[in-house]
């Protein structure tokens, strides 16, 4: 999803590479409710030598990270109210004997997203994916039980899309079922704008919580169940 698109918004921006190696962004969580917190390399021209790694704190826990070395690619938590963000951006060498004139630059987001269904609000706006075909693999979920606290739980998987234009969010299914030991999810598919080479691609999304406990987690795409998998637990 896209900076400033209804439900999501950029709270902060920042980027490595020939800006420097490495970027701290904040963010506090203001209002009532939780929110996704995104964050997302929204263009990149790093050379191909260098990778762009990604976490995300929770007041102070590290709770998602990943590599967001290519456009669109992204991580993401969902932060109570009040909660604290930080996200350590830091550009690293991958050492495959690459060489470029220029390192180039990853510019990075951090969009604070509503936790609400996007397909109910957003299915007629222009940029936003519906099909009933959509390709997933490699799901997993766990609750991280180790010390120190708090406890953990996280869920990441894959999901195919036409092109490398195509984001991927992962939500929080409104409302939830009756069984609030099963975890609703959805996937949200949305293009951005401009002209985008037509292969296909997977996209690698994920979704954390503080204190989430859980015995399994089911995967929609819009009334679509994509995927039903068991909650293991860390200890």
Same mark, same amino acid.
């Given at each position: ?47 191909? +030598? ?87 693999? $490699?799901?997993?979920?766990? +609750? ?19 092109? @490398?234009?195509? $984001?991927?969010?992962?939500? @929080? ?6 069984? @609030? ?29 503080? +204190?989430?406990?859980? $015995? ?6 819009? +009334? $679509? ?11």
């Amino acid at each position: 999803m896209s900076a400033d698109s209804g439900a999501c918004s950029s709270v902060a921006r920042g980027g490595v590479g020939e800006s420097g190696a490495s970027a701290l962004l904040i963010h506090s969580i203001k209002g009532p409710h939780s929110k996704m917190i995104v964050l997302r390399n929204v263009e990149s021209s790093l050379c191909p +030598n260098t990778w762009a790694l990604a976490s995300l704190f929770v007041n102070g826990t590290p709770m998602a990270s990943g590599n967001i070395s290519t456009e669109g690619s992204s991580i993401q938590v969902e932060v109570s109210a009040g909660g604290s963000v930080a996200a350590l951006i830091q550009a690293v060498p991958n050492f495959n004997r690459v060489s470029c004139v220029r390192l180039g630059e990853a510019s990075i987001d951090l969009e604070e997203c509503d936790l609400v269904s996007l397909s109910r609000t957003n299915e007629t706006q222009a940029g936003v994916i519906s099909t009933s075909n959509i390709v997933t693999r $490699d799901w997993y979920a766990w +609750n991280n039980t180790m010390p120190p606290k708090p406890d953990q739980f996280h869920l990441v998987g894959e999901v195919q899309v036409p092109n @490398p234009g195509v $984001d991927v969010v992962l939500l @929080p299914r409104i409302p939830q079922g009756i069984n @609030p030991r099963i975890l609703l999810m959805e996937i949200h598919l949305h293009q951005r704008p401009g002209i985008w080479p037509q292969f296909v691609v997977w996209k690698p999304v994920s979704y954390s919580k503080v +204190n989430g406990d859980y $015995d399994s987690v089911r995967v929609f795409h819009g +009334n $679509d169940l994509v995927v039903d998998t068991p909650v293991e637990v860390v200890q």
